[in-house]
């Protein structure tokens, strides 16, 4: 269920806590950017706060102020487990269901801390005693601004929390070109701005630091695997693991490949497929009407966004891909008439 109201956590928070946030596995933009800015706002508070994710992220986004000290569960299992042991309130943000925080979540669940949910995914979990989740706003990064100006603390935003809000409304919009529709968002950005943000900066250092094998790998998907199916007003790409190889595939090296599928005209719903320590990682796209999340959870196990959703599959990439082929046809005639 939806739950816009700030006031129940406001009043948890009035005290100094031990706070411990975390964020989804394949951490992305908006969930690095929105931990962050969430976490220097709270040190300002007077509350001690810890940052865990369960897997590295990327190296485009590891520039923002106090990710060096974000604890990774996968690389520091012991120091994490310590800090969850501790922690008198336990954060999610940019995730829905403990699920997503992959083996930390079990422990986290166990946990005696207070849970609160900090989101703009659909259907929360009811694991957490506090919710804020809201799916209409761009980002969770955004959702930590309006938390702030709740608390009326607006005053205590800084050019390192703008720099972590601009990344997480950037990187889930795709540059403001989906989910932009919303004033409050261009708001927001401007305020950013007031706090002297580099703006063009800043995009450098998300988007224009490929590696070249990076930059080939991307060149290979699109000229070599990309498979488009007019008649489903589909594409989807399909990466193996030796293709990775092939590639040096860092993390973070096939961010943004998926949405390639939708620039071509008549296409509406674009995938990749990934393989990937021993699972097969889907990514799903859509334009306008057309729910992938649906889409996901329906058949693969997974969820997301109403037009960016994913899933984690253990069933083979021919299988995965074979599957896919499958549904399409269930799905044709709403493929066609996309608004
Ligand atoms: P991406 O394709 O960028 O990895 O993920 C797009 C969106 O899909 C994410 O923001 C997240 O909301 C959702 N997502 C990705 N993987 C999973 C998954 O395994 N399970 C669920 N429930 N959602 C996922
Ligand atoms: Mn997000």
Same mark, same amino acid.
């Given at each position: 269920m939806e739950n816009t109201d700030f006031t129940l956590i406001s009043e948890k928070i009035s005290q100094?806590?031990?706070?411990?946030?975390?964020?989804?596995?394949?951490?992305?933009g908006d969930a690095i950017g929105s931990s962050l800015a969430l976490a220097a706002y709270l040190k300002k508070k007077n509350h001690s706060v810890k940052v865990m994710v369960p897997d590295p992220y990327?190296?485009?986004?590891?520039?923002?102020?106090?990710?060096?000290?974000?604890?990774?569960?996968?690389?520091?299992?012991?120091?994490?487990?310590?800090?969850i042991d501790q922690a008198e309130m336990i954060i999610a943000a940019d995730y829905n269901n403990l699920g997503r925080?992959?083996?930390?979540?079990?422990?986290?669940?166990?946990?005696?801390?207070?849970?609160?949910?900090?989101?703009?995914?659909?259907?929360p979990s009811d694991e957490f005693d506090y919710q804020i989740s809201i799916s209409k706003i761009s980002s969770t990064s955004e959702i930590i601004y309006n938390f702030i100006e709740k608390m009326g603390d607006l005053h205590l935003l800084d050019k390192g929390i703008a720099e972590c809000i601009y990344a997480g409304i950037i990187t889930d919009t795709g540059s403001l070109?989906?989910?932009?529709?919303?004033?409050k968002t261009y708001l927001i950005m401007a305020d950013l701005f007031r706090l002297g943000i580099d703006g063009e900066h800043?995009?450098?250092?998300?988007?224009? %630091?490929? !590696?070249?094998? +990076?930059?080939? /790998?991307?060149? =290979?998907?699109?000229?070599?695997?990309? @498979?488009?199916?007019?008649?489903?007003?589909?594409a989807f790409i399909?990466?193996?693991?030796?293709?990775?190889?092939?590639?040096?595939?860092?993390?973070?090296?096939?961010e943004g490949v998926v949405n390639y599928g939708l620039s071509i005209k008549g296409i509406n719903l674009a995938a990749l497929f990934m393989e990937r320590d021993g699972i097969v990682k889907v990514s799903f796209r859509s334009k306008g009407s057309f729910a992938v999340n649906t889409l996901a959870a329906e058949y693969f196990n997974g969820g997301g966004h109403?037009?960016?959703?994913?899933?984690?599959?253990?069933?083979?990439?021919?299988? %995965?891909? !074979?599957?896919? +082929?499958?549904? /399409?046809?269930? =799905?044709?005639?709403?493929?066609?008439? @996309?608004y």
């Open positions: 100094p806590l031990r706070i411990m946030i975390t964020t989804h596995s394949n951490p992305d990327p190296d485009f986004l590891a520039w923002m102020d106090g990710h060096e000290e974000i604890l990774i569960f996968s690389e520091k299992e012991g120091e994490c487990k310590l800090a925080l992959n083996a930390a979540g079990e422990l986290v669940r166990q946990s005696k801390a207070i849970k609160v949910l900090i989101d703009h995914h659909l259907n070109s989906y989910a932009c529709n919303y004033i800043l995009h450098r250092l998300i988007y224009d %630091t490929y !590696s070249e094998s +990076r930059l080939r /790998l991307l060149g =290979y998907s699109i000229s070599d695997q990309l @498979v488009v199916l007019q008649e489903y007003h589909t399909t990466l193996s693991k030796e293709d990775l190889a092939r590639f040096n595939h860092q993390i973070g090296d096939t109403r037009n960016a959703a994913g899933a984690n599959c253990k069933t083979t990439l021919e299988e %995965t891909v !074979s599957k896919f +082929r499958k549904i /399409l046809p269930l =799905y044709q005639t709403m493929l066609k008439s @996309v």
